[in-house]
């Protein structure tokens, strides 16, 4: 089971990236699956989910409106549309996998079984 995240770099404030996970060893329609991100000398923090069953979207409040998750289930990939991008986005991003069917717990990093490398997104002027 592996999980490849790409698609990070160096944007202007207001601009927009769209990462990318390639998963393998395993069918991304069968698990949660969603993108965490640590700044430096932060904790970790929940970026934005889909669900097991109903597909259900999930956010952090620091994104909602301005980032978008998807998942294209012919390439086996996740998607995170990432726009109107600030400074304070600056992160290593990672997607993660999950069995687990989460809801309102799908912040939790513990409940994420599988997870990718990581991408640096750098926002700056």
């Known amino acids: 089971v592996q999980l490849q995240a790409s698609g990070g770099g160096l944007v202007q404030p207001g601009g927009s990236l769209r990462l990318s996970c390639e998963a393998s060893?395993?069918?991304?329609?069968?698990?949660?699956i969603g993108w965490f991100r640590q700044a430096p000398g932060k904790e970790r923090e929940a970026v934005s989910c889909?669900?097991?069953?109903?597909?259900?979207?999930y956010y952090a409040d620091s994104v909602k409106g301005r980032f978008t998750i998807s998942r294209d289930n012919a390439k086996n990939t996740l998607y995170l549309q990432m726009n109107r991008l600030k400074p304070e986005d600056t992160a290593i991003y990672y997607c993660?996998?999950?069995?687990?069917?989460?809801?309102?717990?799908?912040?939790?990093?513990?409940?994420?079984?599988?997870w990718g490398q990581g991408t640096l997104v750098t926002v700056s002027s």
């Open positions: 889909i669900s097991l069953r109903a597909g259900t979207r």
């Open positions: 060893g395993f069918t991304l329609d069968e698990y949660a």
């Open positions: 993660a996998a999950t069995e687990v069917v989460v809801d309102s717990t799908w912040s939790l990093g513990v409940l994420y079984d599988y």
